[in-house]
């Protein structure tokens, strides 16, 4: 778990590096949460859950559980189809775990100042940089799930999940009922739909044949 640790960040910062250029003409600045107070869906991976989790456990009590009974509120919010802020916000406007926060967080930025009619405005190639680097995640953490984050992190404070998944244990079936009903999406099959989608060239079709 600790190499896939180490990859999570690699994919964070090789995105980072390519993204750069684009982010300098950012509006983004300090204390404006619009991307968490006017939260969609934010997607994780079970691996960015486990690296979230790890950070929420090792604050002081009594705000690990109030960190915990927000999680759940959001949950219930969101099972509403009620609009929810992030549960990681904190009240300065600064997020809670901003060194381990999910890419979903990483990758937005604005290049004007977002308001309720305008959300946030994005280059196009960071959005396809984005976009591969979310199938790098989900293909990194091949014997997990991806869903919004009061999901993920609820997946992972049930024992008998979390101990199949740190054991890189893969039983889709055993969280079919939850995952159908909260839209979590299984890694390894979106992977392996993206890979039969991927257009493939004469030459490699060659190659495939005369290997056989
Ligand atoms: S995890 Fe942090 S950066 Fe992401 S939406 Fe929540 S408060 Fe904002």
């Known amino acids: 778990m600790e190499d896939k640790k180490n990859g999570l960040q690699a994919i964070y ?18 204390g404006c949460s619009f991307c968490c107070s006017d939260a969609g869906s934010i997607h994780i991976t079970t691996l ?7 950070r929420i456990n090792r604050l002081p009590r009594p705000r690990q559980k109030a960190v915990y009974k927000k999680l759940a509120v959001d949950m219930k919010q969101r099972e509403r189809e009620k609009p929810s802020a992030c549960p990681l916000l904190m ?22 100042v977002c308001s309720r009619n305008r959300h946030p405005m994005l280059n196009r190639q960071v959005i396809a940089q984005g976009d591969e680097a979310i199938r790098a995640l989900q293909q990194l953490d091949d014997s997990g799930y991806s869903g919004h984050l009061s999901y993920i992190l609820h997946m992972l404070d ?25 839209g979590i999406i299984i890694n390894r099959v ?6 039969n989608l991927k257009p493939r060239s004469p030459a490699a079709d060659g190659d495939s044949q005369s290997s056989q």
Do not use: W
């Not at 979106?190 to 890979?195: F, K, S």
């Open 13 to 30: 910062d090789d995105f980072e590096c390519a993204a750069a250029p684009y982010k300098v003409e950012a509006a983004c600045a300090k």
């Open 48 to 54: 960015e859950g486990l690296v979230i989790r790890d």
């Open 91 to 112: 009240k300065n406007r600064a997020c809670m775990i901003y060194d381990v926060r999910p890419f979903a967080c990483r990758r937005i930025y604005s290049l004007a």
């Open 158 to 182: 049930t024992p008998v999940f979390l101990k199949a998944y740190l054991a890189g244990e893969y039983h889709p079936e055993a969280v079919m009922a939850f995952g159908k009903s909260h």
């Open 190 to 195: 979106i992977g392996q739909v993206a890979e």
